[in-house]
C-alpha cells in the first residue's frame, strides 16, 4: 500500500502507513480499551465498532444460537464506514457504556456491514420499506430469534423528541413487548415475512416488452427532468447513472435531441458543481441540494466508476473537452486514493473527518473540504487569491445559502461560480494566463489541503465495484487513448482473479481486504465482472478476458438463474441464515444485477455466437415485462438492455495485429463514435485458436487486406464490404452510429 503523508493519520512520520482502522485500534488498544467480537472481522465499519461497549456480534450463527438460548430478541443495525449518521448513532448511542449496558442486558445486538453483504442489506431493506414506506442507513432492525422482522426504523435518536421515540424508551417498550405480548411480535413478523416472500415468489414470464416500454421510460424522465438545474426529481439529487445510459440510447435510438440534451446539461452542472471535488477530483455521493452545490462528502468507487464510463459516452456525443478533462479529474482521483499498491480498487472515503490532528474522534461533515475566503487569500496572495476565489464562487460570509445544521458557517464549498472567459474579461487578464494561475492555484490549495486529516478511507476490495472500476478505465483506454488506463484495468482484473477467484472449484469470493479474500459473491459480483471482462477484451483483444467473461457467466446461470421464472436470484440457492431469497426490481445508485446480466448475455450472445444466452436474456427481460410497462423508470438500465435487444445487432470486426499502428488507428476512429449496440471482435489470421475464433466460425474468415487493418461493419454478421481504407471505414460508422 501506499505511504501516506503523517498527518492523514497523525502517526510518526517513519511509520508507514497501514491504514487507519489499523492506527485506530493500536490506539485504542494502548489506551486500555477492551475489544468486543468484531475485533476479529475484516470489514473496516464492523472494526469501527470494535470497541464500542456494546457487545456485537457479526453476522452468524453464534450470535443467533445465543439468542435462543437466552430466550432474546435480535437487534440487527446495519451500515457503512462511511455513512455520515451511522457515526452519528455510534456517537450517541452506542458508544455510550449505560445505553450499552441495557442492550447487552435486552436482547443480542449483530452488525451488518451492508456492503460486505448486500444479501442482508436487501431483505431486511425490502422489509423496513414495507413497513415504513422509506428506507436508509443506518438500518436499524429488531427481529425475533428466528430472524424475521417485527420493528425497523433508520436513524433513532437517543431520547423521545418530537413524538419520536428514543433508543432507550423503544427498546425498554419491544422487551416489554417481548415478555408480554410475544404471540403479537411472533404474528406481526410471520405476516411480515408471508408478504415478503410472496413478493419474492416465481412469477410466470409474461411476453417480450416492445418499444413502447422506452418512450414510456423517457417520458416520465421528461416529466422528473429539472430544466434549470439538470437532474432528475428534487433535492436531495443523486447521480443515477443508468438514466443517463437509456436516455443516451433513447437519443440514438429515436433522433430525440431532448433525451441527450437532458443529460449533458445535468452532467455539465455536475461537474461544475460542489458534488464534484475541484480540487481534489471525485464525485461526491449526492447534492443536498438542487444545484448539485452542497454535497454528502463520502466518495464511493461505484459512481466513479459509473460517472467516468457516462462521461465518455457525452465525449463521443459531443467531442467537448470539458467532458473527456472531467473523465481524467476522475481516474487521477482513483489513482491517487482508491487505489492498492497490488492493483484492486478500495471501496469509499468519509463524508467526514478529524477538524484537529490534536483530537482525531472530533470529526465533521465536510471538514476536509470547506474553505474560508481568509485561508484561501492567505495561502494563495491577493492577485491569485481573487482570481481563484471569484471562479470558485468563494464569499467573505461562506457561499452555503441553506445550513440548517450550521455545518459550514464562514465556509464555502467550492464550484465554477464562473467561466474561464468571464473571469479573464472581470480581471482583464488574457485567457492562457487565467487558466495557469488558476492550474498552480488548484495544486497550491491541493497540497495546503494534503496537510489536514484526510477522511477515513475504506480500503476492503469488493468484485462488483471494481468490476465498474475496470470497465471504466478500458473504456478510457479506448477513447482517450492512454495506455497507463489499460494497464490501470488490467492489473485490476489479474487482482480480482489471482486472489478472489477459485479456478479449480470455480467460485467467486466477494471481499478482499488486509491480505484475506471472504465472502460468497452475489449476482452482482458475477454480472459486474463478467460485463467488466467483456470491456476489456473490447479494449485489449485479449481473448483470455472474453473467454473468463463466459465462464463466468455460465457460473451465474448455474448458481443464479431461475428456469421457472426466467431470472436470476441474488444469491445462490441454499444460502445460510437468509430468510428469504431475493431478486432487485430496482436500478437505483447500482443497477440491478439482473440488469446486468441481461446486457452481458445479449453481449456475450453475439461475441461468441450463443443463442442460449439470448434466450435466456428474453426470459429476463420477459419476467420484468409487467413491471417495465407498469413503472419503466424503476429500471432504465432494464430498459438499456431492451433498446440493445429490439436491434439489429451490430459486430464491428477488426482484422489485423492487435498492437500494430494500422490497427490502434481503425480502432481511434472507431471509438470517435457513439455506437451502443454494437460489439468488437478481433480477428488475428496468426492466432485463429484463440477463444473467439473458436466460438464464432466468421471471423476465422476474415483476413487483412494486403498486409493491412481491415474493418468488416456487420449487421446481424451480415458484412458490408471490407475496407482498409480509414476514410471509407469512419463512413461506415457515420452510418451505423445514427446520429
Avoid at 452506542?94 to 441495557?102: G, K, L
Wanted: net charge negative; aromatic share 12%.
Amino acid at each position: 500500500m501506499k505511504t501516506k503523508t503523517a498527518s492523514r493519520f497523525n502517526l510518526d512520520k517513519n511509520d508507514l502507513y497501514e491504514g487507519d482502522i489499523k492506527a485506530f485500534i493500536k490506539r485504542m488498544k494502548e489506551e486500555g480499551h477492551k475489544p468486543n467480537r468484531l475485533i476479529n472481522e475484516k470489514s473496516p465499519y464492523l472494526l469501527q465498532h470494535a470497541f464500542n461497549p456494546v457487545n456485537w456480534y457479526p453476522w452468524g450463527d453464534e450470535a443467533f444460537d445465543k439468542a435462543k438460548e437466552e430466550d432474546k430478541f435480535i437487534f440487527l443495525s446495519i451500515g457503512y464506514s462511511t455513512c455520515y449518521w451511522c457515526h452519528v448513532m455510534e456517537r450517541e448511542i452506542f458508544e455510550v457504556p449505560e445505553i450499552a449496558e441495557i442492550m447487552n442486558k435486552l436482547f443480542i445486538s449483530v452488525k451488518v456491514d451492508r456492503e460486505e453483504r448486500p444479501d442482508v442489506d436487501r431483505i431486511y431493506m425490502q422489509a423496513l420499506q414495507m413497513m415504513t414506506g422509506s428506507g436508509g442507513w443506518p438500518m436499524s432492525i429488531f427481529m425475533t430469534n428466528d430472524l424475521k422482522p417485527f420493528w425497523g426504523g433508520t436513524y433513532i435518536p437517543p431520547e423521545t423528541k418530537y413524538g419520536r421515540p428514543g433508543f432507550v424508551d423503544l427498546i425498554k417498550q419491544l422487551d416489554e413487548l417481548w415478555r408480554t405480548k410475544r404471540n403479537e411480535i411472533y404474528k406481526n413478523a410471520e405476516n411480515l415475512y408471508s408478504v415478503l416472500s410472496e413478493h419474492q415468489a416465481s412469477a410466470v414470464p409474461s411476453s417480450m416488452p416492445d418499444g413502447e416500454v422506452l418512450d414510456s421510460g423517457y417520458k416520465i424522465f421528461e416529466r422528473m427532468y429539472d430544466d434549470e438545474y439538470g437532474g432528475f426529481g428534487e433535492a436531495p439529487k443523486f447521480p443515477r447513472v443508468s438514466v443517463f445510459n437509456f436516455l443516451f440510447r433513447y437519443a440514438v435510438r429515436t433522433g430525440n435531441e431532448k433525451a441527450k440534451e437532458m443529460v449533458l446539461r445535468t452532467l455539465r452542472k455536475m461537474a461544475a458543481g460542489g458534488i464534484f471535488d475541484q480540487i481534489g477530483g471525485g464525485f461526491h455521493r449526492y447534492s443536498t441540494d438542487a444545484r448539485w452545490h452542497v454535497p454528502h462528502f463520502e466518495k464511493m468507487l461505484y459512481d466513479q466508476g459509473q460517472l467516468v464510463s457516462t462521461y465518455l459516452d457525452a465525449y463521443q456525443l459531443t467531442g467537448d473537452e470539458y467532458f473527456s478533462n472531467n473523465v481524467r479529474d476522475v481516474l487521477n482521483y482513483v489513482s491517487n486514493n482508491l487505489t492498492d499498491e497490488n492493483g484492486g480498487f478500495y471501496s469509499a472515503e468519509d463524508a467526514e473527518s478529524a477538524t484537529s490532528a490534536d483530537n482525531l474522534d472530533i470529526k465533521a461533515e465536510g471538514a476536509f473540504y470547506i474553505w474560508s475566503k481568509s485561508e484561501l487569500m492567505e495561502l494563495l496572495g491577493e492577485e491569485a487569491g481573487n482570481i481563484f476565489v471569484y471562479y470558485y464562487g468563494v464569499e467573505s460570509s461562506g457561499n452555503v445559502l441553506e445550513d440548517p445544521h450550521n455545518y459550514f458557517p464562514g465556509n464555502n464549498v467550492l464550484y465554477l461560480a464562473h467561466t474561464i472567459k468571464e473571469t479573464a474579461t472581470k480581471f482583464d487578464i488574457p485567457v492562457n494566463e487565467v487558466k495557469k494561475m488558476l492550474r498552480d492555484a488548484r495544486t497550491a490549495v491541493y497540497d495546503q489541503r494534503e496537510k489536514r486529516i484526510n477522511p477515513h478511507l475504506d480500503d476492503k476490495i469488493l468484485v462488483s465495484w471494481n468490476g465498474y472500476m475496470i470497465s471504466a478505465y478500458s473504456r478510457a483506454y479506448q477513447i482517450l487513448h492512454d495506455d497507463s488506463y489499460l494497464l490501470a484495468a488490467e492489473r485490476a482484473a489479474i487482482f480480482i482473479k489471482t486472489n478472489l477467484y477459485n479456478a479449480k472449484d470455480r467460485s467467486l469470493l466477494r471481499r478482499f481486504r488486509d491480505g484475506e479474500a471472504g465472502i460468497e459473491a452475489n449476482l452482482s459480483d458475477y454480472a459486474l465482472l463478467a460485463g467488466s471482462m467483456i470491456d476489456l477484451y473490447e479494449a485489449s483483444f485479449n481473448a483470455d478476458w472474453i473467454e473468463w467473461a463466459d465462464e463466468l457467466t455460465d457460473l451465474m446461470i448455474e448458481k443464479f438463474y431461475d428456469e421457472k421464472s426466467g431470472a436470476f436470484y441474488d444469491t445462490p440457492e441454499g444460502s445460510v441464515n437468509l430468510i428469504v431469497r431475493m431478486r432487485d426490481d430496482y436500478d437505483g445508485a447500482e443497477p440491478t444485477g439482473n440488469s446486468i446480466a441481461v446486457m452481458n448475455l445479449l453481449r456475450l450472445s453475439q461475441i461468441l455466437d450463443k443463442e442460449k444466452y439470448r434466450e435466456i436474456a428474453d426470459k429476463t427481460v420477459s419476467y420484468y415485462s409487467d413491471i417495465l410497462k407498469k413503472s419503466p423508470h424503476a429500471l432504465p438500465q432494464m430498459l438499456a438492455a431492451v433498446d440493445f435487444s429490439l436491434v439489429k445487432p451490430k459486430q464491428i470486426i477488426i482484422a489485423g495485429k492487435a498492437n500494430s499502428e494500422d490497427t490502434k488507428m481503425m480502432l481511434n476512429s472507431l471509438h470517435e463514435f457513439y455506437i451502443p449496440n454494437k460489439v468488437i471482435i478481433h480477428s488475428d489470421s496468426e492466432d485463429d485458436s484463440n477463444y473467439v475464433s473458436k466460438n464464432l466460425e466468421i471471423v476465422k474468415y476474415m483476413k487483412m487486406i494486403d498486409g493491412k487493418a481491415t474493418a468488416y461493419v456487420c449487421e446481424n454478421y451480415a458484412c458490408k464490404l471490407p475496407t482498409n481504407d480509414l476514410e471509407v471505414f469512419i463512413s461506415l460508422l457515420d452510418e451505423t452510429s445514427n446520429l
